[in-house]
């Protein structure tokens, strides 16, 4: 297995919402409603947060028996609980997320976000609770290594608009003298499944999705990591409008400190490492500066 540098070539060998029948309203509720006087239910109802997810990327967040699951999904509910909030999920593409939410069709983000330079343009982050690499992928049975799947006319597939989508597209398809095609995909699913049937050579995922495949009996294999020291968080609209980071922030320190938010990882990554909480925080994220809400107080 070879490693790879994000910032260089360097190679050395590794290892629901509730829902409720149309009634028809009596004519003094509609005036009650007009008046101002709306229902107790009804506040309710519009006081839950829509959280935008991919329900398709575990361990983070997928649907399994009709059920949102994943360390975002479980996490979310901890903090909801911890901060009294309502907060219901909405499954939605991948390419669609951010935009959904930095026009405010949804409220806020809860997947393994990464947080990049060209996302702080136009959404605002929550502490970051993760770290991540990247791992290329290959079939198990095609024999395949490193050197063959970044070269000579390969094909390698990831999710489009994803962040590992746009480092291959810097650094292998835009590369002088690198004949690769690079395959954009809704999700890894269906990404994965294309590699096993043999339309593209490899995929490239988060290390922590690359493992998860491989946990649950997918044939695939690492052959190389991309080091990427990406942070991970949840994100809310640019400037906060609902005023959430805050909440979001004590939760995230809430469980982490309680002990639960390893609970829940560990539900689903068993081996995986708990990092310290914040991770890193990049300066060119705005609200990372100070004071953060709900971490500097």
Known sequence: MVELSAG??????????LTGRKTMMPRYLIAAVTAGLVSTSMAQAQDAYVAGVEASFPPWAYVEEGEFKGIAIDAMRAIAE????????RDMPWPSLVPALAQGRIDLLVTGLNVTPERAEVLDFSIPWWE????????????????DV??????IGAQGGATQYQWLEENLVNREGVDVTLRGYEDYVVAIEDMLAGRTDA???STDTAEEFISNGRPVTIVGTIQQNQPQALAVQE??????????????LNIY????????????????SIRAIPTAMPDYVDSYQEPIPGYSE
Not at 9 to 17: D, V
Not at 82 to 89: R, S
Not at 239 to 251: F, I, K, V, Y
């Open 8 to 17: 260089a070539w360097l190679f050395r060998p590794i290892q629901q919402k």
């Open 239 to 252: 400037g906060d409008p609902n005023e959430l980071l805050a909440s979001l922030n004590r939760g995230i």
């Open 257 to 272: 400190a309680s002990g639960q938010w390893e609970e829940i990882v560990h539900e689903y990554s068993p081996q995986a």
């Open 150 to 155: 970044l070269c000579c006319g390969a094909t």
């Open 82 to 89: 911890d901060q009294g909030l309502d907060v219901e999920f």
């Open 132 to 147: 991540n690499d990247d791992e290329i992928l290959v079939a198990s049975d095609s024999g395949k290594n490193m050197i």
């Open 203 to 205: 995929v490239v995922t």
